[in-house]
């Protein structure tokens, strides 16, 4: 079993700043090495999409967060961090952290996700 848990959401200004953490538990995962974190977002009433995501030690941003955003991961720790600089209202929605499929039919793991939600 997996499990992804988020923190770090909350309200801030715009301009200001935040950082999210995920860590990953689980028996899962001392089996099968995480290569790959990312995270999303979901805003109200709009799709899930990909904000950032690692893989051995290269990132890959949207385009919306590229200069503003940073994703690193501790893979001795199982975890994943998203700093946030220069927030903007466009950017509040609720952020989950991912694992993509450790094995070829093996499932994706997703957080239960927190909400970053940026005031003008």
């Known amino acids: 079993q997996g499990e992804l848990v988020e923190s770090g959401g909350g309200l801030v200004e715009a301009g200001g700043s935040l950082t999210l953490s995920c860590v990953a538990s689980g028996s899962i995962f001392s089996i099968f090495s995480i290569n790959n974190m990312g995270w999303y977002r979901q805003a109200p009433g709009q799709q899930r999409d990909v904000v950032a995501a690692?893989?051995?030690?290269?990132?890959v941003y949207a385009d919306s967060v590229k200069g503003r955003f940073t994703i690193s991961m501790d893979h001795a720790k199982n975890t994943v961090a998203l700093q946030m600089n220069s927030l903007k209202p466009e950017d509040t929605a609720v952020y989950y952290c991912n694992v993509p499929r450790l094995w070829a039919s093996g499932p994706e793991y997703w957080g239960q996700g927190t909400l970053v939600n940026v005031t003008s």
């Open positions: 690692i893989s051995g030690g290269s990132a």
